[in-house]
């Protein structure tokens, strides 16, 4: 079976920087909400995105450090369970917690023009677009279980932590490029949105599908079919809210009251 | 007297103005119900069949993942739709109702006969017998369709007393 013995240690110093790292970004954001908070032509920070990026953020570390990640590296249904929880779940909060808008409101204006051209260069909207961000995500999951990559990741451990940055970050990635909680330059419209979301919401059910009947290399049966199972409702479970918050955005942005001025006749 | 005449009207035409909104509301949460009723009743309760029986037939794979993820976000945009509607005072009740069972009938034919039948992804249930389960199955998908076309039929369009007029919102 998988050998992991000879980067046990290595392993548990990246369990450290992890954890560090993780408690940095969670401090960062509740600092930042703070101090925003006392430009007095701002209103306040609203609490609820302190809990989702908290939340968010402890899902990062329990998806890497800890009894879960622990047991992903031997049993594949935990590995699909810490994979939903890093790719999927964590990604939907930190989008929701709207983290851009936070820094541009703490940074000083100078900086925050800076930022703000920044991200609307062409790497930023070339990896924010719909088919872009989805290809990342659903396309890295692909070649991640059908080729020696799932294998590689767990006897190399440089290998393992581009392919977790790459989980969380592809999910983040694709998430904001579906649905427009922070300010977003170069909008697609919902419905482009909507048929990108099926087709990437599609890869994702096959993927599940084809990995419940192909387990991939070094995954017991029993595991691979536990795990497609797990990546195929849990997928749909998370894509449910990413689906209606999209169907939100559109319901309130085509609301009759905001135009009935233009046209009443 | 007059007021009630004129609210009518303008009730009326609201309705006729968005006809095909109710319609795609309908047909779109029409075809989510019913994947989300044999997903849940067929796979997960009875045990019938299970979202992947063959591990041969690629095409079928990827139709059922496609016709999945459809309709897990017509559900929901069917609803939203609907939301809509009923917001702009747009909602025709009867029209909705038809192309909701227009949409469930025309998923369910289409399941029964191209997915189970031509890609033989699955089977209903894996008895002998299986082609009473084929009729029963598609004749209620037939009943659907034809019940689901009527009330279409019968709520399409009339003369529009405002056709020609720009009425996008």
């Keep these: ?265 | 007297m007059l007021s009630k005449n004129v609210n009518e009207t303008s009730l009326y035409s609201t309705k006729s103005k968005y006809a095909g909104r109710n319609l795609l509301s309908g047909l779109l949460f029409g075809i989510g119900l019913v994947a989300f009723i044999d997903e849940v009743v067929f796979h997960q309760l009875l045990h019938w069949h299970h979202f992947y029986d063959r591990s041969t037939t690629e095409i079928g794979l990827i139709s059922d993942g496609l016709f999945h993820a459809f309709s897990w976000f017509a559900t929901i945009g069917g609803l939203f739709l609907f939301a809509d509607l009923r917001r702009r005072n747009g909602l025709w009740l009867k029209r909705w109702i038809g192309s909701i069972l227009l949409g469930a009938g025309l998923f369910q034919l289409y399941d029964g006969t191209v997915q189970h039948k031509i890609m033989k992804i699955h089977q209903i249930r894996y008895v002998d017998n299986v082609i009473v389960y084929d009729i029963v199955w598609n004749s209620v998908a037939g009943l659907l369709i034809v019940i689901g076309a009527i009330l279409v039929f019968q709520t399409r369009r009339k003369a529009n007393p405002l056709k020609g007029m720009n009425l996008d919102d």
Excluded at chain 1, 51 to 70: K, M, N, Q, R, T
Excluded at chain 1, 87 to 111: C, F
Excluded at chain 1, 125 to 139: E, F, Q, W
Excluded at chain 1, 179 to 200: M, N, Q, W
Aim: charged share 10%.
């Design chain 1, 1 to 265: 079976m998988i050998n992991h013995g000879h980067h046990e240690s290595g392993l548990q110093s990246m369990d450290w920087l992890i954890a560090v790292v993780v408690l940095i970004l969670i401090i960062t954001y509740i600092g930042a909400g703070l101090i925003s908070n006392k430009k007095k032509h701002l209103g306040t920070w609203p609490f609820y995105r302190y809990i989702l990026w908290l939340i968010g953020f402890l899902l990062v570390g329990v998806s890497l450090v800890g009894p879960i990640a622990e047991l992903a590296h031997r049993h594949f249904t935990a590995h699909m369970l810490s994979h939903l929880l890093l790719g999927m779940l964590a990604p939907l909060l930190l989008a929701l917690a709207a983290p851009t808008t936070l820094l541009l409101r703490m940074l000083p204006v100078q900086h925050a023009r800076i930022l703000s051209k920044l991200l609307k260069t062409p790497f930023f909207s070339l990896v924010r677009h719909p088919i872009i961000a989805s290809v990342l995500n659903i396309g890295g999951l692909w070649v991640l279980y059908t080729t020696n990559l799932y294998m590689l990741m767990h006897e190399n451990i440089f290998v393992h932590l581009i392919v977790h940055f790459h989980i969380f970050a592809a999910g983040y990635l694709f998430t904001i490029s579906m649905i427009y909680i922070d300010p977003t330059p170069h909008r697609f419209s919902y419905l482009y949105r909507a048929v990108v979301f099926v087709f990437a919401l599609a890869g994702h059910g096959i993927l599940s599908k084809f990995i419940y009947a192909n387990p991939p290399v070094g995954v017991p049966k029993e595991q691979a079919e536990a795990g497609g199972i797990l990546m195929y409702y849990g997928g749909d479970a998370i894509d449910i809210v990413i689906i209606f918050i999209l169907c939100l955005h559109w319901y309130r942005s085509t609301s009759p009251k905001s135009s009935l001025h233009v046209s009443q006749n």
